[in-house]
């Protein structure tokens, strides 16, 4: 973009964001939201990346001989985790290659959202049900190895079961993110974005 354009683009936006109610106030919640995110994602990603760490200095270092069905069972488990921090990076990747304008930031932040909405809403699909499903069988290839018994005990299912409520939970926590929090975010952008584009 070219001196000239840039700032006959920059004055369109003054004068349009200047008009427009409460744009401070909407900007300040796309920024405030963004952050959270942005900490959310790496805190989950984070969370993951030492569990991955954990489960590999375990079978692979500190145990002195690791059966093959507890080695290919973390294999298993390591699997999502390494997908989920894959995903939990690249929401926070853009293709916008400037911020110069206003639009340029509007529409980088709801490529975001609309990416953060997608992955949360099919989360429980893609993240919670694999990691749910691998957890069980790493705990179940650990409690084996440690005790040579082929039937879990009875507290190891009701760990599995307290699993299952804690990755109810997370879903419905999700589900009401998207509603309370980047849904109305991304509405709020888009309308934004609309009128910057009429001007």
């Known amino acids: 973009m070219e001196l000239d354009d840039l700032k006959i683009e920059w004055k369109k936006e003054v004068n349009m964001t200047a008009t427009m109610t409460n744009f401070s106030h909407i900007q300040n919640e796309v920024n405030t939201l963004d952050r959270k995110s942005k900490y959310a994602w790496l805190r989950e990603g984070g969370g993951a ?3 991955i760490i954990i489960a590999i200095i375990y079978v692979w270092f500190l145990r002195e001989d ?10 298993i488990f390591i699997a999502p985790l390494a997908y ?3 995903r939990f990076y690249n929401s926070q990747k853009t293709q916008t290659v400037d ?17 953060e909405i997608n992955m949360l ?5 893609w993240h919670l049900i694999p990691v749910y499903l ?4 790493f705990s179940y290839a650990i409690y084996s190895e440690m005790t ?8 190891l299912m009701a760990w599995w079961g307290g699993f299952i409520v804690y990755f109810i939970f997370l879903r419905w926590l999700n589900h009401r993110a998207v509603a309370k929090d980047y849904q109305p975010a991304l509405d709020k952008l888009e309308a934004i974005e609309t009128a910057l584009e009429r001007e």
């Open 148 to 155: 040579g018994n082929t039937m879990p005990s009875n507290e």
């Open 121 to 125: 809403s099919t989360l429980t699909t």
């Open 49 to 51: 990346v030492v569990a």
């Open 99 to 115: 911020d110069w304008t206003v639009l340029a930031r509007i529409k980088s932040q709801i490529e975001k959202r609309r990416k």
């Open 84 to 86: 989920a921090v894959h």
């Open 66 to 75: 690791s059966s093959l069905f507890l080695q290919v069972s973390t294999a």
């Open 134 to 137: 691998a957890s069980v069988l």
